[in-house]
């Protein structure tokens, strides 16, 4: 009887350790789709701040 709780006991354990290992691999895949560094050629940074000014400044109600 023992026996069969202890390997019960085992197979919980891995089946929470499988568990933890793909949710692990979804990170770590998550993680390798975003860019190390920003691409600046992307950047329009006075378009950005024009933008902001605008929503910043506008008095118009919606």
């Known amino acids: ?18 568990s933890l290992l793909d949710e692990f691999a979804g990170e770590l895949t998550l993680l390798k789709s975003i860019p190390l560094r920003i691409d600046e050629t ?9 933008l902001i000014e605008k929503l910043l400044y506008d008095n118009s109600s919606p």
């Open 1 to 18: 009887m023992k026996s069969l709780r202890t390997h019960d006991s085992s197979l919980l354990i891995s089946s929470k350790i499988d």
């Open 42 to 50: 992307d950047c329009d940074f006075e378009e950005d701040i024009r």
